[in-house]
């Protein structure tokens, strides 16, 4: 009984420091460095993996967005990792995890992060589904938000794709309803099965790379709620800053931004190095001297060689072409001159003859008489004999159309034709 009671006051005082914690921030507490006001109407898509435009951030801002929540044994160190650091978030809730743990939302909401939409039972479908079904999972996620939180102005129009397989029919129905479809800039990897150090060091590391964005974590996974405190820690350390994203409301407007900090990637800046020389038209241009035998060390060869390689570098420019030279050809006046071939060199050697009426036809191949056997024997028999049943043979048609032959005279081509 003691001990119960102990556990229990230790527990009630671990969470009254917790309070107590997010109440205070230290003062080398990373914090929140700025909130941006986001207008989803004007920009309905962010996210530099799959849209060209992502939020406007400055150089080492950093957007931590958690998804698949709530899970109480993680979401819980989550949020007091968070507390513990002033850290604002953006928290992608399933509908079916809401509806399970609603107190768990209730709390997310209540320390000020941001409430947002990942479908109602995440399904890894969105990609192929029909605009019907993906609204019933986008409308379905947002009214367990809505009930679990009793406010429906609680909830961000943000919505994430389950595993950001987006749709373009889906995100224009996104649109015209007023959420903003939301992917990513970088994640850490925490889905996979890597250990706590692994997270922090892809996330860190991909940060570097970058330098800004919108990272994905996951809230549900043990090796997150591992992990985060030493990703806090390196963030701070390296001078990052962290921004707590939210929509616009009547009472709060949007944050005015430059139309460029959008563009998910920036124009490159000109190059330092290599630099070209641009000559102006006034500027002479520079003029090389030709080079000398002197140049390749030609003197050290002898006089034969000073005087042909000297003979080769002063060559006037005008000089005719050693190659290819154009030679002509004339043919010797006692050549022999081949005769004009006559006309009868293409004569055949014999006259061809085609279709003479004395040609004899070919004897076509007889029919091929049936074999009797005893089976067609008492066939024929029981059919009333041979000559009664078996049929008369048919008489030749008589041609007719294509099938009349005509015979043509011989042409004699050897004498002359008429035309």
């Not at 996104?174 to 996979?192: E, I, K, N, Q």
Request: charge should be neutral.
């Amino acid at each position: 009984m003691r001990s119960t009671v102990a556990i229990t006051v230790l527990l009630a005082s671990l969470l009254g420091a917790g309070t107590a914690g997010a109440a205070e921030c230290p003062a080398d507490a990373l914090g929140v460095s700025r909130t941006l006001v986001v207008d989803v109407n004007e920009h309905p898509r962010v996210g530099s993996w799959q849209y060209p435009e992502s939020l406007p951030l400055n150089d080492h801002e950093v957007v931590l967005t958690f998804d698949d929540g709530p899970l109480p044994p993680y979401t819980d160190r989550v949020l007091d990792l968070l507390a513990a650091e002033c850290v604002k978030a953006t928290f992608f809730m399933v509908g079916r995890m809401v509806q399970a743990y609603p107190a768990a939302v209730r709390r997310v909401y209540n320390e000020g992060h941001t409430i947002a939409n990942h479908s109602q039972t995440h399904p890894f479908t969105f990609h192929k589904m029909s605009v019907d079904q993906a609204s019933r999972e986008i409308e379905g996620g947002f009214s367990s938000l809505r009930t679990a939180l009793g406010d429906p102005k609680a909830v961000a129009p943000f919505f994430r794709f389950p595993g950001l397989l987006r749709q373009t029919a889906v995100e224009q129905y996104l649109a015209d309803h007023g959420d903003m479809a939301w992917s990513v800039d970088l994640a850490a990897d925490d889905w996979t099965h890597i250990n706590n150090r692994e997270v922090a060091r892809r996330a860190i590391s991909r940060l570097e790379a970058r330098g800004k964005g919108i990272l994905l974590l996951h809230d549900i996974q043990a090796r997150t709620a591992l992990a985060l405190p030493e990703i806090l820690q390196e963030l701070k350390a390296r001078g990052y800053k962290i921004v707590h994203v939210v929509p616009t409301t009547p009472d709060r407007p949007k944050t005015v931004t430059e139309p460029e900090l959008w563009a998910a990637r920036h124009a490159p800046e000109p190059k330092v190095w290599p630099r070209t020389l641009a000559v102006g038209v006034e500027s002479p241009e520079p003029v090389l001297a030709a080079p000398s035998p002197a140049s390749f060390g030609i003197e050290t060869f002898g006089p034969v060689t000073k005087v042909a390689m000297a003979q080769t570098f002063e060559r006037q420019s005008d000089a005719p072409p050693m190659w290819p030279t154009p030679v002509a050809y004339a043919a010797p006046a006692d050549a022999e001159v081949l005769p004009i071939p006559a006309a009868h060199n293409f004569r055949y050697s014999r006259v061809f003859r085609m279709g003479s009426a004395g040609e004899k036809a070919k004897p076509k191949a007889e029919a091929k008489k049936p074999v009797r056997t005893a089976r067609t024997r008492d066939s024929a028999a029981a059919s009333g004999g041979w000559f009664g049943a078996w049929p008369a043979p048919a008489r030749p048609s008589r041609a007719t159309g294509h099938q009349l032959s005509v015979t043509r005279p011989p042409i004699n081509l050897a004498a002359p034709q008429a035309r």
